[in-house]
């Protein structure tokens, strides 16, 4: 499984390439080049994730086998006031609680995971942490087995909205469709404790405008 480090990771920043002379381009060329930076600068493409920022005020396309809860007491994307998914953790110390949603995918192809976390209640040692995951599988619907491959980037709980980013996520040849789950994980004297979910983002945005992956 390939895990991405916490707190410190963001999302890369790219940069042109383009070397700068003492000399001033002429406007003809200075033109140019503008357009071939932008024909060829990266576009966020559409989120895959079915209500990624909860705007509804309900948790469709969201499951999960511990409590999930939606409230408008928190939120960080989408509309002012829309609410945030509230996912809790009754398993005791040392445990996990997960909600997922399956989203089919082009085998082979690389895209971005992203979401928007923050503590709840109940976390007592300051030792509770929150995941975002992402498991391939062969087939739709998330079925076939064991996942192909498995991606999770995680963070240590705060009062303060975070947002967990992973990038590139390549799928594996043989892949259709992909789990993604936020998880919390409780510390060792948590017995139950809550945390927050909202702006859930997964998609090909790593794809150019003129079809050119990002190299």
């Keep these: 499984m390939l895990v991405y480090s916490n707190r410190a990771l963001c999302r890369s920043q790219r940069r042109s390439g383009i070397r700068r002379h003492s000399t001033a381009m002429p406007p003809r060329l200075t033109l140019s080049l503008l357009v071939i930076l932008v024909s060829i600068s990266d576009v966020k493409g559409a989120n895959l994730i079915g209500n990624p920022d909860f705007d509804a005020s309900d948790l469709a396309f969201w499951n999960t086998f511990d409590t ?12 002012a006031g829309s609410g ?29 995971m992203s979401g928007w976390t923050k503590a709840g209640s109940g976390i007592s040692d300051g030792r509770a942490t929150a995941a975002m ?30 947002q967990l980013t992973a990038a590139p996520i390549v799928i ?9 789950s936020v998880v919390i994980y409780t510390g060792p004297q948590d017995a139950s404790f809550s945390a927050w979910f909202d702006g859930l983002h997964f998609d090909d945005e790593f ?6 992956g990002d190299q």
């Design 68 to 79: 999930i809860q939606w409230h408008n007491a928190e939120n960080e994307t989408g509309v």
């Design 84 to 112: 945030a998914m509230l996912l809790v953790n009754n398993r005791g110390p040392l445990k996990t609680a997960n909600a997922y949603s399956c989203i089919n995918v082009v085998p082979g192809a690389s895209y971005w």
């Design 133 to 162: 995951s992402g498991d391939s599988y062969s087939m739709a619907n998330c079925g076939g087995g064991s996942p192909l491959s498995e991606v999770a980037v995680t963070t240590p709980l705060s009062d303060v909205w975070f």
């Design 172 to 180: 594996p040849p043989t892949a259709v469709s992909i789990m993604i």
């Design 207 to 212: 794809i150019f405008v003129d079809g050119f």
